[in-house]
């Protein structure tokens, strides 16, 4: 079985600076498994500008990839599947790992539409609303107006941006007596395209195949084509729920704690790659 000292789950920004950080420390035995084929996590997602010198999500993930160690061993399109005690994890496709030292990056998943107290049926034109991002950033996908965003952080702000550029109706709608974003993503509130409803939520949806309507808390129907919930991140963990806390576990970036900025997670990454190598260095 192929062994490292340091196996790093996760491309994101987390799992490149904490690499980065251990093998610039002095650990030269690193892998990094990703699922997707290349490293970046959501910021090859990203077309806004706001990360770092103002830089979109993916330039901001090209200049971090710059200093990337060439030594690093780069594992993408593999999931890893599970974990044991033991320190060996599975991956798809078959392979097995050990490793000595663990970092988790493996980010944040968005509160599906089956978390939700909404009625209705299941039909078509709902989605997460970082699902709809990567659909219209990579894939080129344009979704049908009207829409609902429910809830007016910055990634349903950031979205009502986008669909307001393209000419597509946006209904915000937030339980909040008002929107939740930062103030620099709150500039699609000025566009006739948007319109910010506070103080209610969605709680019905009506649509055979496809969906016709939403249904609001003040008892207005709105009709839309599409839905959008950026309603919350919650930090995935699932592959070390069952580890307790072992000294060579290390946990960084959004799957630790839901980051608004990049800055903050790195900072975090970065001492979680020391502490890696560190701990590598006292207990092996
Ligand atoms: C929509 C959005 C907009 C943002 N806008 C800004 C902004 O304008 N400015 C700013 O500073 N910050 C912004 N942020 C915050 C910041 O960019 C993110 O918090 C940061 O990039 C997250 O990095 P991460 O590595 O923790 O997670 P991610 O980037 O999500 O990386 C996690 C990686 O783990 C991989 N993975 C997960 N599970 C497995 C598994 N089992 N096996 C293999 N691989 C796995 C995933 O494929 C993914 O590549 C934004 C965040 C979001 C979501």
């Not at 994890?89 to 978390?115: D, K, N, V, Y």
Request: with cysteine.
């Amino acid at each position: 079985m192929e062994h490292y000292d340091l196996l790093v789950i996760g491309g994101g920004a987390a799992g490149i600076a904490a690499a980065t950080a251990a093998c610039g420390a002095g650990c030269a035995s690193v892998a990094i498994v990703d699922r997707k084929p290349t490293l970046g996590g959501v910021l090859l997602q990203c077309t806004h500008r706001g990360f770092g010198s103002n830089l979109t999500g993916i330039e901001y993930a090209r200049q971090l990839l710059k200093d990337f160690p060439p030594e690093v061993t780069v594992i993408g399109n593999t999931t890893v599947l599970s974990l044991e005690a033991t320190r060996v994890a599975h991956l798809s496709g078959g392979r097995r790992l050990s490793f000595s030292q663990l970092i988790l990056a493996t980010g944040c998943r968005e509160i599906p539409m089956g978390a939700l107290p909404i009625a209705g049926t299941r039909p078509k034109g709902i989605y997460t609303a970082g699902q709809m991002q990567e659909m219209m950033n990579l894939h080129g996908f344009v979704p049908e107006g009207p829409a609902v965003i429910l809830g007016s952080g910055d990634l349903g702000l950031i979205l009502a941006n986008q669909l307001a550029q393209v000419g597509i109706p946006v209904t915000l709608v937030e339980k909040q007596r008002r929107c939740g974003g930062l103030t620099r993503n709150q500039k699609c509130l000025d566009d006739s395209h948007v319109r910010l409803i506070c103080g209610q939520t969605v709680t019905e949806v009506r649509g055979q195949t496809k969906l016709e309507a939403c249904h609001l808390s003040g008892g207005d129907w709105i009709a839309c084509k599409t839905l959008l919930l950026a309603v919350g991140l919650r930090p995935e963990r699932t592959l070390v729920s069952h580890l307790g806390d072992p000294t060579w576990l290390h946990l960084c970036g959004n799957c630790n704690t839901v980051h608004p900025m990049v800055e903050g997670v790195l900072t975090e990454a970065i001492q979680a790659g020391q502490t890696a190598w560190e701990t590598m260095r006292k207990h092996g």
